[in-house]
DNA sequence: ACTGCCATGTGAAATGGTTCACAAGAAGTA
DNA sequence: TACTTCTTGTGAACCATTTCACATGGCAGT
């Protein structure tokens, strides 16, 4: 009985999981399929049918018993559960390596993430062109996210500057930020912050191969 | 003393807190500090002391009681867990925009990972240089790959041709993969693969805002 | 040496997440 | 209508991770 107020907490792995899922009804869209099952669903993403449905449950029921769920109607509730189903305007800020990469990743537009401000704070990148979008003077981020009505930002930003960056980021009014920087920034309890660290799923690797894979002893 | 046959399974977060753990380290010995405490550890890191202790103790004892932990010690002693007190010789394949930012990538070869090889099937690359590397054309792969002795390496390629590129990564010996593509790839058994998935991250953003975080939206 | 204080290391308890197992619903067939 | 097959949705069981709580050991000051 889902009451309007009743909000279970939902584990941060379920949601991973919705994107996987989201990702795969995309490719049955395309392939033309009507329906999918648990099972075959579990299957392209290497988890099991159980997960799946339990995952899927604390949202509502939206398969039919016999015959599984039709791809494109699951594909359109995940959508709204993730909220994705509407355009998220983006601001960007740094300019740099990483963020030149991040203006011209596809995925991004894709799931309706759409950068459409570039911050940075240096003389020689602002006012260049990326990807149609004139680079700003990190200096009127306050004003031009005001302006534009942004709520969601992406850091790629030295670690030194980040925490700096991220208090006018707040000031600023936006509440959801993903960043870059290998640092683990403060911000308000009602901000959304998540972190992309890509060393650390490296380190992960290293670790895998020096310790599960190495010289293999008898078990 | 080094736990060789007992090879409890640890715990995939374990291991992505001791990168944490190894940042913040790191910064402390920045700072001078000579020692410090669970306490002090997560706090930098937005945990528990507790948590800190016990995914210590699943390597060994490095503190003492009444004191806390060596810096110095402890960041030696994570990197060695972590296998990351060596230098690893990595491949990028794939040097479009996510691609040619990774070989800038600073954070990369602080933690002692060099990528070494660059490979594209793209004509226009195959020769042009990033940061000192040449392009390789990647039907040289198996041979090169080879001859460097390279056991890791970062996909940075379209998902459509990811899986392709990854069973010849995977002939040549290969035994760490790192995939930015947003597809399940398979890979053998004695093979690690992680995916970095950078949409996710926004979409989990996208589903706090919506749900968590309440309609703040007058438009 | 004694006392007070502090912070580790770790079993045990609590919490959270995953898998199991099965009742029940839907569609097709006779 | 009755029967078969298929697959969902979901409590309950199981397993993993986190937190608790405290005995233990080290250090400093007297």
């Given at each position: 009985m889902p009451s309007s107020g009743s909000r279970k907490r939902i584990s941060e792995s379920t949601i991973h999981r919705l994107s996987l899922y989201y990702r795969t009804l995309s490719l049955l869209e395309k392939e033309n399929y009507e329906t999918v099952s648990s099972k075959e669903l579990a299957k392209r993403e290497k988890l099991t049918p159980a997960q799946v449905r339990k995952d899927l449950s604390f949202f509502g029921s939206f398969g039919t018993r016999g015959l599984g769920y039709n791809v494109n109607e699951l594909k359109s509730k995940i959508e709204s559960i993730l909220g994705i189903n509407r355009d998220w305007k983006v601001a960007l800020i740094g300019v740099g390596n990483i963020g030149s990469a991040l203006v011209s990743y596809k995925e991004f537009a894709k799931q309706?993430?759409?950068?459409v401000k570039l911050f940075d704070n240096d003389q020689r990148k602002i006012g260049s062109n990326h990807k149609g979008i004139t680079v700003s003077d990190i200096k009127d981020l306050d004003m031009e996210v005001k302006e534009a009505n942004i709520t969601m930002v992406i850091l790629a930003v030295p670690a030194t500057v980040a925490q700096y960056i991220v208090d006018d980021v707040v000031k600023a009014g936006v509440t959801a930020i993903l960043n870059f920087a290998p640092i683990n920034l403060r911000v308000p309890p009602f901000v959304h912050l998540r972190n992309e660290n890509m060393s650390m799923e490296l380190e992960y690797l290293s670790f895998a191969m020096v310790n599960n894979h190495a010289p293999k002893k008898s078990k």
């Open positions: 309706g993430f759409h950068i």
